[in-house]
């Protein structure tokens, strides 16, 4: 990754003196995080990002904060930014629906709003689908609230303004999901505050003269050493199971090729971009991989990027695609395998019987592979529910494309991977336009 900016020896000593040597930092650590600075683009001398480190019982715990807007003058050079994030706080009386698989919110403010619940935001993108994120408001309120964490009971900018705070981390979540920005964490993912003097430090951090901390303190501190340890890492390998939700490749300046995927875990339904680099069969077997497609993959966590290292298709137990090299400090690991591309067979699900519908929206488009597809928004007569049916393949768009919005019809579906496919129109409804 090229750095977006260069500090001269005069910033770097500033840097150094006025950051990292206060804290009892190391060279190698203000090496670190200079390195980090210089290649997101974040100015410490003005404000972007804060060297912190503190004492654990583990040993001593270095993270480089950043804020919101730090984050996001970051994301504006990233390649596919279309805007800043659109984000809103949730209160009790409004009236919310929070797709995330389509990546939508629907919000409308109510007459009498009560209690936070949350907040949520959209952060959109040119050639990705968009991305939705909610984040609960009292699981963050809890462990940032100086009245509750403070051992004074010393209230914080939590307690004085929660809706701002808890929009920031909605934002703050979707930029980073949408987006590549590594190992960047803000004060509010943290648990950190800041002092009367602007002095960035935990919540409640022991004291040397303090002979016992509560055991709250000591376990929000161990995590904090955990989390921070395992952003540090600079291998993670990951397995689950992913849902295909968007793919796209093409050739890098230096002439590589590459592939960039949107993929949802689908245990814990968050949206990824992994990154495919130099491997012809591999991309090209994930180019034939059609959209809503359940992948077992290996993705390997490096520089806070996702590289997928093998996959294989859920549909059939075939041997996994393996990516051909790693990147691992600056060295290329060759897989010995041949690389297998899966072979991918139609899901045998259950049908459901044919039902009544409402068309309320009906969309087409194609895939990155050339493949055919429609979205149909509809309501079921009989219950009321609405459900969006994918119509996959040419056959089944020329089926589907002659229904018109406020006609009714019946229609066959089918349940596969968490999505709802078209199967067939009921006799009376075969017309083609």
Same mark, same amino acid.
């Given at each position: ?38 290649? =997101?683009? #974040?100015?410490? @001398? ?8 503190? +004492?654990?019982? %583990? &040993?001593? $715990? ?116 949408? =987006?590549? #920005?590594?190992? @960047? ?8 505050? +800041?002092?009367? %003097? &602007?002095? $960035? ?137 041949? $690389? ?94």
């Amino acid at each position: 990754m090229e750095k977006v900016l260069s500090f001269t020896n005069e910033q770097k000593s500033l840097i150094w003196s006025r950051f990292v040597q206060p804290t009892n930092g190391t060279q190698e650590e203000a090496n670190h995080f200079i390195e980090v600075c210089e290649t =997101f683009g #974040l100015n410490p @001398l003005l404000g972007d990002i804060v060297f912190q480190r503190y +004492e654990s019982k %583990n &040993g001593p $715990v270095t993270s480089f904060i950043t804020t919101r807007d730090g984050l996001l003058r970051v994301a504006t050079t990233q390649d596919g930014y279309v805007g800043p994030p659109v984000a809103n706080v949730v209160r009790e009386g409004d009236k919310f629906e929070f797709i995330p698989s389509e990546g939508s919110v629907r919000h409308e403010f109510g007459q009498k709003r009560g209690q936070i619940l949350g907040a949520y935001a959209v952060m959109h993108h040119k050639r990705f689908r968009p991305v939705a994120v909610f984040v609960d408001f009292q699981e963050y309120f809890q462990a940032n609230s100086g009245e509750l964490n403070n051992r004074y009971g010393n209230k914080n900018v939590w307690d004085k303004m929660p809706s701002a705070m808890i929009q920031k981390i909605a934002e703050v979540f979707v930029l980073r999901r949408q =987006f590549p #920005l590594g190992g @960047l964490y803000t004060r509010e993912e943290m648990s950190l505050e +800041e002092d009367d %003097n &602007g002095n $960035v430090g935990n919540i409640d951090e022991p004291m040397k003269s303090s002979p016992a901390p509560k055991k709250q303190n000591e376990s929000q501190t161990d995590q904090q050493a955990a989390e921070t340890t395992a952003q540090q890492s600079k291998d993670q390998n990951v397995e689950g199971i992913f849902i295909l939700q968007s793919f796209e490749k093409g050739v890098s300046p230096q002439n590589v090729q590459f592939a960039k995927l949107n993929v949802m875990d689908k245990e814990s339904k968050e949206v990824s971009l992994v990154l495919v680099k130099a491997n012809q069969e591999m991309i090209e077997s994930l180019s034939q991989v059609p959209m809503g497609e359940e992948l077992s993959m290996v993705i390997k966590k490096e520089s806070g990027f996702n590289f997928l290292v093998e996959f294989t298709s859920t549909q059939k137990n075939e041997k996994p695609a393996q990516s051909e090299s790693v990147m691992h400090s600056g060295q290329k690991d060759t897989v010995q395998q041949p $690389v297998q591309q899966p072979v991918l067979q139609e899901k045998e699900t259950a049908s459901e019987p044919l039902d009544a519908f409402i068309m309320e929206k009906y969309e087409q488009g194609t895939t990155p592979a050339g493949i055919s597809f429609a979205k149909m928004y509809v309501k079921n007569v009989a219950s009321g529910t609405q459900t969006m049916v994918f119509a996959q393949g040419e056959e089944a768009v020329q089926q589907t494309k002659h229904l018109s919005v406020g006609e009714k019809f019946k229609m066959q579906t089918r349940t596969e991977n968490g999505f709802t496919f078209f199967e067939k129109l009921g006799d009376a409804d075969k017309g083609v336009a």
